[in-house]
């Protein structure tokens, strides 16, 4: 799938808000809580857009001296496992790296088998549990893992 990678801006935020309600639609972020988390210090928002000029792929993060971490990612389940996840990824993580960032860090549902692959072949590595993190409206709540990348040893852009 062809996407265009472009930051996220303020004016998209009705629009993010709609994709993440999509992704995640018992934890979606509305547009005034994505408003907040893009306002923190260090923190950026990337846009993947299709071809239609639909949004199919968000990606917030924030970066702090040498640590990134991947806030929330998701991917319109009409555009998943084309590439849009691993190109926001890849995206985040150069930039990352040209501001000096030496581990990229996130964490994700213990039972996203699908993200859990997607990071176990980029090189993330499990670092630890947070026990019981995802409340579900049904069901047991679900364990967060805490994945890390080391980007210190990568090739630099």
Request: a neutral charge.
């Amino acid at each position: 799938m062809s996407v265009a990678l472009r930051p996220l801006r303020q004016n998209d935020l009705v629009e993010a808000a709609r994709l993440h309600a999509a992704c995640f639609p018992d934890d979606a972020w509305d547009s005034a809580a994505l408003a907040t988390v893009l306002a923190m210090a260090g923190t950026e928002g990337i846009l993947a857009v299709a071809e239609s000029h639909e949004p199919c792929g968000l990606l917030l993060g924030q970066q702090l001296g040498e640590e990134a971490e991947i806030l929330t990612l998701g991917v319109a389940p009409t555009a998943r496992r084309r590439g849009v996840a691993r190109d926001l990824l890849a995206a985040f993580i150069a930039q990352a790296r040209v501001r000096g960032a030496v581990r990229v860090v996130l964490e994700v549902a213990a039972d996203n088998t699908a993200a859990l692959a997607l990071y176990r072949a980029l090189g993330f590595t499990r670092q630890g549990t947070r026990p019981n993190y995802y409340h579900r409206p049904v069901g047991p709540s679900m364990d967060a893992w805490r994945f890390g990348l080391d980007v210190s040893a990568q090739e630099r852009p």
